[in-house]
Every structure is written in structure tokens, then in C-alpha cells.
């Protein structure tokens, strides 16, 4: 039968039995507002890119914080980003995907162009913790949501296509954000950040989201580790994907920040160097995001994201040998490759061992426990910089992410869904109690 999106269905067909043109080009004409939504997160990500190169120069040089007070800030995001999962993930569920959304996105817009007249650490401290709640409450509404407005059979290269959308918006950000700094003002890049979040804000109040209500007699924001609970002992494979989960926090919070420093530290790269860099490695996800998603859908989410971690770990652990920044840029490049292999698989794989009702909650959950990752990660980040040399946050987040590529190698099966043959569907159709829908076009 024909499904509205607005019904929170997950089955979503074409109108009149119209088949979407190309494989790979129909996860973006899913729905009317997939498309808003994948516009929206272009738009976003473009401003978050613009920042990548900046902010760590700016708290080192402008508010001359060592190594050590910029892995403690950062923390600071990481703390509240965890903390804040709590109650996001459950008004996700109560309140709506897309409200969620938009006042974390309005309130990183604030905290962005706030970030241009600070003076001092204590104030980047501040506006860091409330960037890391804006983040909550955005991360666990935008999956569910994107759960919720496509089929099932079609998840994976629903992710590649949401992690296109915002390679799209990214790709340009670093180079861009490096371009203004460096040409224009070092200020800039805030008040273009602000800007395209705003926008961003107005294009997801356009999406019309499925109505998902909390089904609990006395729900509260700690449902969220019931029905994590619940989702872990329905299938297991959440149990080791949340665990991977907790450790490429870990790797996160070791690499969006340790890599850069490192860079401007062992490399004197300049601003325009690292966004470059940063940028080329955006482009190769771009390129190969969609595609890999594409791949999850048919031949499984757990090729890809062993692989694809493989690569990454060898990838990072090469940051340590380069000594130009055009092999900076390769390196770079190559390690994208691994995550646009990985990433689809892995936001297809949650979204496989999570119940409908329940997504919002369980991704809060998962989302905290790789928050409490990051807190490690940025903790660790400054002290190995600081203490041992800029190399030692590489190799432990090399070793971390061996790690978490190994949970999958050892602990996780495959999720994806094997659709039945149409003799086999139309067998079980005949059974009482099959349970397949019938066509009613």
C-alpha cells in the first residue's frame, strides 16, 4: 500500500508504483522531506567546517591557552554533549524529532557568534559546554528522524546520503573558514557559522515529522537506559556496537583536535594548509559515502565497517612519519576513505537493532555512553600532548580505534535484513498469521 510520511510508517513506496530512476540517486528523492532534511545538513555542516581550522589557533593564540587548558575545554563540550543525552534522547520520543533539532541548531548559531568577542578562557569555556548541549540535542532527534522517514530495506544509503549531505556543506567549510581567517579577518568565519546555522533552522521547521508518542505509563528522561536495555537484550549486536561506540569516542577526542595541533606544531602547516587538508579529506567521503551506503544495503553492514576501520587505523598511525604538509594531505585523504566505507554501515547497523518507538531514546543512550568517550579522549589529549610529545595522542588513538575495529571483528553479526524471494513472500502470505502486508494500490 501507498504510505504518507507523515504517518511515521516505516514503509515508504514511489506514488503509483513509480520506480525511483538510479539506485544510488533514489535515496534523494525518498521523500520531500528527506530532501529538506539532507539540504539542512549542508547547510549546518558548512558552518561547522568553517570553524575545523580556526579554533584551535584561536583558543592557543588569541586566549593563550596551552595544549593542556584546550583539551580541557574541549572536555568541557564533551561533558555536556554526555550529561545532556539524558533528557534529549527522551524528548526526542515526547516532544518531536524536529523541534529538538532546531533549538540545538539555533543555539549553536548563538554560541558561535558569541565566540567573536570572548576574551578570556573562562568564556570559551562557557560557550563550549553550551555548544556541547545544542549537539545533544540535535545527535539522537536527527537519527530518529532519519530513521523514521525511510523504508527500511533502504537505511544504508539513506546514512550515505545524510553523510553525503554533510560532506557536501563540509567539504568546503575548512578551506573556507581557513580562506577568511586568513585573507579576510580571523573573525569572520564566526559570523558565517551563525548565519548558515539560522538557515539551517528554518529549512528543518519545513519537514514534516511522523507523530512518535512514548508509549510508557510514567515515562521519564531515565527510560532511556530501560530501553536501551530492552533494545541490548533483543539483539545483542547493540551491546557490542555501543561499546565501539564508548571507544571511537575515545578516538574523536583524540582526533579532531590532536591531529591539528599536531600539525601546527610538528609542521608549521598554516591555516589554509590544514583546511585544505581537512577539505580534501571531506572531498573523498563525499565521493564515496553514498556509494558505500549504497553497498550496506546489498551486501551487509559488517564488511564495511571492518574494513573500513582498517583503513583508518593504518591511515592515523601514519600522522606520525609525515614531514611535509602534502603528505599530510594524502594521509588525510586515505583515512576518509576508511570512514566513508564505515560510516553508513554503522548508523545502518544501530538503526537495524533499535525498536521504532524507542529510537530517540536508545540513540541518547548510545550517544552518551560516546560522549563519556569523548571526555576521555580530550582529558587524555592535552596531558599526552603536554607530558610525553605531540606524537603520543596518534598512537593512542591509533590503538583505539584497533580496538574498536576489533569488537566488530570478534563480537557483532550481521544485521541486515535479507528481504524474501517473491515465491517465499508469497508462500508465508498464504499462512495464517504471516504477517505481510498486501498490496492495495
Request: hydrophobic share 50%; net charge neutral.
Amino acid at each position: 500500500m501507498t504510505t504518507d510520511v507523515a504517518s511515521g510508517d516505516d514503509s515508504l513506496e514511489s506514488p503509483k508504483g513509480i520506480r525511483r530512476p538510479g539506485k544510488v540517486l533514489s535515496a534523494l528523492a525518498i521523500s520531500r522531506d528527506f530532501s529538506v532534511l539532507l539540504t539542512s545538513l549542508a547547510v549546518v555542516s558548512l558552518g561547522f567546517g568553517i570553524l575545523t581550522p580556526i579554533i584551535p589557533k584561536f583558543a592557543g593564540e588569541n586566549l593563550g591557552m596551552s595544549p593542556t587548558e584546550i583539551g580541557l575545554v574541549y572536555s568541557l563540550f564533551a561533558v555536556t554533549y554526555a550529561l545532556f543525552m539524558l533528557p534529549a534522547g527522551y524528548w526526542a520520543d515526547k516532544v518531536g524529532r524536529k523541534q529538538l533539532m532546531i533549538a540545538g541548531i539555533l543555539l549553536f548559531a548563538a554560541t558561535t557568534f558569541a565566540l567573536a568577542f570572548i576574551t578570556d578562557m573562562f568564556q570559551f569555556a562557557v560557550l563550549r559546554a553550551l555548544e556541547g548541549v545544542g549537539a545533544a540535542l540535535v545527535t539522537p532527534a536527527a537519527f530518529a528522524l532519519t530513521v523514521d522517514i525511510v523504508p527500511e530495506n533502504k537505511r544504508g544509503i539513506a546514512m550515505g546520503a545524510e553523510g553525503t549531505a554533510q560532506l557536501v556543506g563540509g567539504l568546503g567549510g575548512p578551506g573556507l573558514g581557513g580562506l577568511l581567517a586568513g585573507e579576510v579577518g580571523f573573525y569572520y568565519p564566526f559570523y558565517v557559522a551563525a548565519a548558515l546555522a539560522v538557515v539551517c533552522a528554518v529549512l528543518i521547521a519545513m519537514i514534516r515529522a511522523p507523530r512518535v508518542g512514548i508509549t510508557e505509563e510514567k515515562p521519564s528522561v531515565f527510560s532511556m537506559f530501560q530501553s536501551w536495555k530492552r533494545n541490548a537484550q533483543q539483539n545483542r549486536a547493540l551491546l557490542a556496537v555501543t561499546t565501539r561506540g564508548f571507544v571511537m569516542g575515545i578516538v574523536q577526542g583524540l582526533w579532531s583536535l590532536g591531529l591539528i595541533l599536531y600539525w601546527y606544531k610538528r609542521l608549521d602547516m598554516t591555516e589554509t594548509e590544514v583546511g585544505l587538508a581537512l577539505s580534501v579529506g571531506a572531498l573523498v567521503m563525499l565521493l564515496g559515502t553514498l556509494p558505500f551506503g549504497a553497498l550496506a544495503d546489498r551486501y551487509g553492514r559488517r564488511p564495511f565497517m571492518i574494513l573500513g576501520g582498517t583503513i583508518m587505523v593504518i591511515g592515523l598511525g601514519l600522522n606520525v612519519v609525515v614531514t611535509e604538509a602534502w603528505h599530510v594531505v594524502i594521509i588525510v585523504a586515505f583515512s576518509e576513505f576508511g570512514a566513508a566505507m564505515s560510516n553508513p554501515s554503522v548508523g545502518a547497523m544501530l538503526a537495524d537493532v533499535m525498536l521504532k518507538e524507542e529510537r530517540g531514546r536508545v540513540m541518547g543512550a548510545y550517544m552518551m555512553i560516546q560522549g563519556f568517550g569523548n571526555i576521555i579522549g580530550f582529558s587524555l589529549l592535552g596531558w599526552a600532548f603536554d607530558a610525553i610529545s605531540p606524537e603520543a595522542p596518534i598512537i593512542m588513538c591509533t590503538v583505539a580505534l584497533a580496538v574498536a575495529t576489533a569488537i566488530i571483528v570478534v563480537y557483532v553479526g550481521e544485521t541486515r535484513k535479507v528481504a524474501p524471494s517473491s515465491t517465499q513472500a508469497a508462500a508465508e502470505a498464504k499462512l495464517p498469521g504471516g504477517g505481510l502486508e498486501t498490496d492495495e494500490r
